[in-house]
């Protein structure tokens, strides 16, 4: 006899299914990181926010409509906005497991985030130095003309 134990039925079934696995060619997944983990925490509480924000604005819609048309109108763009948003968050979520999720946007400063942030002065021209209407005439050398 082989010096081997004995293996339970739980062990055999395993091992066919491993053996199935990798016949069909589907990969064994490895343990999230912590990194991975917390992504996918993010993930799920930003489409959680989404959804509730929906929700929110479906109400909304709903409460101020009568129309039995315009209500079924409301009704399927709501599922269609809900299903958009949890196949984001599912696509995203799969996107981690398999290690090349898009990283989280880097958190910008409010000046940077700003869309009312001046563009730089395009410098000195002859109706700005006469007018006087520079934005920034303390940076601006079209303040100075003559």
């Not at 992504?39 to 909304?60: G, T």
């Not at 009568?66 to 709501?78: H, Q």
């Not at 000195?124 to 130095?129: G, I, L, M, S």
């Amino acid at each position: 006899m082989s010096d081997k134990p004995l293996k339970s039925s739980f062990e055999l079934a395993m091992e066919r299914l491993k053996s199935k696995d990798l016949a069909e060619g589907v990969e064994e997944t490895t343990p999230l990181t912590k990194a991975q983990k917390d992504r996918i925490a993010e993930l799920r509480s930003e489409a959680q926010a989404k959804l509730a924000e929906l929700e929110i604005l479906h109400r909304k819609n709903v409460a101020g409509t009568s129309d039995p048309a315009a209500l079924a109108k409301i009704e399927e763009n709501y599922a269609i906005d809900r299903g958009r948003a949890e196949s984001r968050r599912d696509d995203e979520i799969a996107r981690v497991h398999r290690g090349k999720a898009r990283r989280a946007p880097p958190r910008l400063s409010r000046a940077r985030r700003s869309p009312w942030r001046r563009a730089p002065c395009p410098g000195p021209t002859p109706t700005r130095a006469a007018s006087g209407s520079c934005a920034r005439p303390r940076r601006c050398s079209a303040s100075e003309a003559p």
